[in-house]
């Protein structure tokens, strides 16, 4: 057996070019195979994570995909705003930890503007209850202070220091802009790979003061206030867009839910975070598979190439093969050859794939988290060896036509290849 | 040892079951040492005889018998290991595998063969030995067999055929590649090597002139030899 191992070798260094491109066809197929298992879940555990160690968001009454969808992604607009006054009320329940109010609705070039305390920034958490971290700078204290989530920054270029300007609503209409109010940007926050990035950030007080002069969502003709002057106002909120919720034990959650879905005052709406993120991946779900279905065609692809190679490799081999036959090999050991060749083809490109899968895992975390992706497992989980299972058995079952065709060929020429 | 090597009666096959004869033999019986021309033009079925002696062929009717071996008695396994232990082969062309060096190619057999690589000693010193017995230089051993020339790749399958000193030796037109001046000193190198091995040799050959080399002679004839 050894005597033949040693032959399989040889015969397989002679012909390394083929072999070569064959295993690397295999080996991106279950790179790729393993990489879209792994991304997907790293995909659907940061989008669920988005949000994390918040008990509840709260809104004005909408559907729980809408208010997540705007509250957490900053994406289309809310309906209605909550009075200040539900939010102090609710707010005051004491069940509750801490909760923190949102204004959205204004923007700066296509980055939505949340107006909140700086509570915030020491509540919010994302991924693995990760809190916020500050690259650069400070929270926002002056009126017009604001902190730029990593993506902001280094798309426009913003440092400390940088006044920026803010439009209003989704900004592009010309006059819509609160340009005689620049803010001082103060702080940089750290990449999350959450929409928190794409944000830029500001105090309450500042959404109102910056809104004073406007009526209607459009300025007083005739009226501005100078930046110095609007710190006299009272820049209490009459209104937020949403507010998240800390309870003290996690168990009242569906109380507290309860309570604020029943609330006199206005019809109010607090959902889960989790859950609502659950129903919308289920709706992005289609991309999810369609990869999956993706990476199999290049598996299969793959596998075609191994039979290819190995079939046109078989006219070359039936001198090698017949040689063989005269010092004593039998057709099982022909048989015997081609399969292990192809095993191994395949169980090697499945050990690289999984080796480079898991050298991407470990270095590729700064890319990954530039798409918005939460970092990949390394470990390998039961799922993905089930996969490279899968692979394995399919490799050997591609080089059964190969190998009975080899075996039938030896037959046939027994000594003396009819070439 | 005056059985004989090689036995052969009333032998008949076809390829179709109902296609027309391939080979008929009535009887050969080669003793053991002695050497054999078979004489055939091409097309009268020398591979498939070949291929009944070798066993990887089960005749339709009658039986091949190898040292006193009937080998449609023994499992296709078995005459694989048979042919393995006991015979030797040269071929017109294409004998060495390319990618192998020439000592590999020549101890092909031991692997394949316990007996073989036993009777040979050590089994590097006895292909060195032989290799060095027909004319090859020591310093091609390690060299891949696909860098010979025709001549000296005939001469490394000579000594792949004989290392193991197995009982029979086959020789399929070993020569036909060769030019004349030298058939007769590759016949007279293998001849005299097989002898020393005690081996019995079963050379094929188109030309009858090369027949004068050996003890016995048979004519194989289209469809049936006489």
């Not at chain 1, 020491?122 to 929270?139: C, F, K, S, W």
């Not at chain 1, 996690?250 to 005052?265: A, C, D, L, T």
């Not at chain 1, 490799?313 to 005269?326: C, D, F, Q, Y």
């Amino acid at each position: 057996m050894s005597a033949l191992l040693r032959l399989a070798l040889a015969s397989a260094w002679n012909r390394r070019l083929s072999l070569g491109l064959t295993l690397l066809a295999v080996l991106l197929a279950a790179t790729l195979l393993l990489g879209v298992e792994r991304v997907r879940h790293a995909a659907r555990d940061g989008f669920a994570q988005s949000v994390s160690g918040t008990d509840l968001v709260v809104g004005a009454r909408t559907s729980p995909v809408q208010l997540v969808l705007y509250s957490v992604f900053h994406l289309g607009e809310a309906t209605n705003n909550l009075s200040w006054q539900s939010y102090q009320a609710i707010a005051g329940d004491p069940a509750i930890a801490w909760s923190v109010p949102l204004a959205l609705g204004d923007s700066h070039r296509g980055h939505a503007v949340l107006g909140t305390t700086a509570d915030y920034f020491t509540h919010y958490r994302y991924g693995e209850r990760t809190p916020l971290r500050l690259a650069e700078g400070r929270v926002f204290d002056a009126l017009f202070d604001t902190v730029l989530g990593a993506e902001v920054a280094t798309t426009l270029g913003y440092r400390l220091g940088d006044q920026i300007t803010l439009s209003h609503g989704a900004g592009g209409l010309p006059g819509m802009e609160h340009e005689d109010k620049p803010f001082t940007v103060v702080g940089i926050l750290a990449p999350t790979g959450t929409p928190v990035d794409r944000t830029v950030h500001i105090s309450l007080p500042a959404i109102e003061a910056i809104h004073l002069d406007w009526l209607g969502g459009a300025p007083i003709p005739g009226l501005s206030l100078a930046p110095e002057v609007v710190t006299k106002f009272d820049l209490q909120p009459k209104s937020i867009t949403a507010f998240l919720v800390g309870l003290r034990q996690r168990v009242e959650v569906f109380r507290v839910q309860r309570r604020i879905n029943e609330f006199r005052g206005e019809p109010l709406l607090a959902v889960m975070p989790g859950v609502a993120l659950d129903q919308l991946w289920q709706t992005v779900g289609v991309v999810e598979r369609a990869l999956q279905a993706l990476s199999w065609l290049v598996l299969a692809v793959g596998l075609a190439g191994l039979m290819a190679v190995m079939l046109a490799g078989l006219n070359e081999r039936r001198r090698e093969m017949a040689i063989l036959r005269s010092v004593g090999a039998g057709p099982r050991h022909i048989l015997f050859l081609l399969m292990l060749e192809s095993f191994v083809v395949s169980l090697l490109g499945c050990a690289l794939g999984l080796g480079l899968v898991t050298l991407l895992a470990l270095t590729g975390d700064g890319l990954l988290a530039r798409f918005g992706l939460a970092t990949l497992p390394i470990a390998v989980n039961a799922e993905e060896m089930q996969l490279l299972g899968i692979v394995l058995v399919c490799g050997l079952l591609v080089s059964l036509l190969p190998a009975w065709r080899a075996y039938r060929l030896s037959l046939a020429d027994g000594l003396i290849p009819r070439l | 040892m005056s059985a004989a090597a090689i036995r052969i009666d009333d032998l008949a096959f076809r390829w179709r079951r109902k296609g027309p004869l391939c080979v008929t033999l009535a009887h050969l019986a080669v003793d053991a040492g002695k050497s054999l021309f078979l004489h055939g033009p091409s097309g009268v079925g020398k591979s498939t005889l070949l291929n009944l002696i070798g066993g990887v062929l089960l005749p339709e009717r009658g039986g091949v018998e190898l040292l006193g071996q009937p080998l449609g008695k023994l499992s296709a396994a078995g005459r694989d290991a048979f042919r393995a232990d006991h015979l030797g082969f040269v071929f017109q062309q294409f004998n060495l595998i390319p990618y192998l060096s020439v000592l590999d190619n020549v101890l092909l057999p031991c692997r394949f063969s316990a007996r073989r690589a036993a009777r040979a000693g050590d089994p590097q010193a006895e292909a060195r030995r032989l290799l060095g017995e027909l004319d090859l230089a020591a310093s091609l051993a390690t060299v891949p067999a696909a860098e010979l020339s025709v001549g000296q790749q005939q001469r490394v399958a000579a000594a792949r055929a004989l290392i193991g000193r197995p009982e029979i030796i086959i020789a399929d037109e070993p020569t036909s590649a060769l030019d004349a001046s030298r058939q007769s000193a590759f016949i007279d190198l293998l001849l005299r090597e097989a002898k020393a091995a005690g081996s019995t040799v079963v050379f094929v050959s188109h030309d009858e002139r090369l027949a004068a080399h050996f003890d016995e002679k048979l004519a194989l004839t289209a469809g049936a030899a006489q």
